[in-house]
Structure formats: structure tokens, C-alpha cells
């Protein structure tokens, strides 16, 4: 049974930096593809960072792309989001989310996952 479990959000001030990791078991890591994904109150749940099986390519919603980083150690079968320069509108509840096919290379596409983490709440005061 897949199973992935973020971690490390919490209350931040607009310009912090705050690093969410998301653990997974129950399936063989490093084949999938996998992403971050938020959703703010009274707003759709949106892409914002994915990355290959290998680590190797990395993607990027516009309003994130060079303030966050997303990386990934398949020895650990940890997934990370490190989060720099933290604006009020990056409040969300974040949730992390593995391709439902090994090597499928479509990250931005939510339909393409087919397990998700339970979500972990980030705040950012301003």
C-alpha cells in the first residue's frame, strides 16, 4: 500500500524559508515521477514544483520558480520542497503526490498522480 506523509509546514513571515519533506513507502521510489501540489482556501488545488524519477529535470509553476526548489533522494524515499522568500499568497495547504505510471514524464497534469499525501498546512504572515 503506497503511502506518503509530508512534513515540515507550519507559520512563517513573508521572506522566511521553510523546507517540507515528504516521505513514501509501498512503492518503488525512485521509478515515479513525482510532485508538489497546494491548495488555498476557496481556490482549486495548483501545480507547483514536480520532478523526473531520477531527480534529474525539475518544473515550476511561474509564481514559485526561483524561490523554490524541489530535490529528491531516492535512498531515503524522501521528496523535499525547500520554500525561500515566502510570500502571503504561498499560504496553502501543500501536498506532495507520486505518478501513478513509473517514468511517465507529466508532472504538472494533477490527473497523472495517483497517490497523495495527506497535506501539511504552510501560513505566511506578511
Known amino acids: 500500500q503506497v503511502q506518503l506523509v509530508e512534513s515540515g509546514g507550519g507559520l512563517a513571515q513573508a521572506g522566511d524559508s521553510l523546507r517540507l519533506s515528504c516521505a513514501a513507502s509501498?512503492?518503488?521510489?525512485?521509478?515515479?515521477?513525482m510532485g508538489w501540489f497546494r491548495q488555498a482556501p476557496g481556490k482549486e488545488r495548483e501545480f507547483v514544483a514536480g520532478?523526473?524519477?531520477?531527480?534529474?529535470?525539475?518544473f515550476y509553476a511561474d509564481s514559485v520558480k526561483g524561490r523554490f526548489t524541489i530535490s529528491r533522494d531516492n535512498s531515503k524515499n524522501t521528496m523535499y520542497l525547500q520554500m525561500n522568500s515566502l510570500k502571503a499568497e504561498d499560504t496553502a495547504v501543500y501536498y506532495c503526490?507520486?505518478?501513478?505510471?513509473?517514468?511517465?514524464?507529466?508532472?504538472?497534469?494533477?490527473?497523472?498522480?495517483?497517490?497523495w499525501g495527506q497535506g501539511t498546512q504552510v501560513t505566511v504572515s506578511s
Open positions: 503526490a507520486t505518478n501513478g505510471l513509473p517514468y511517465s514524464g507529466r508532472y504538472s497534469d494533477a490527473r497523472a498522480y495517483d497517490k
Open positions: 509501498g512503492r518503488t521510489f525512485r521509478m515515479y515521477d
Open positions: 520532478i523526473s524519477w531520477s531527480g534529474g529535470s525539475t
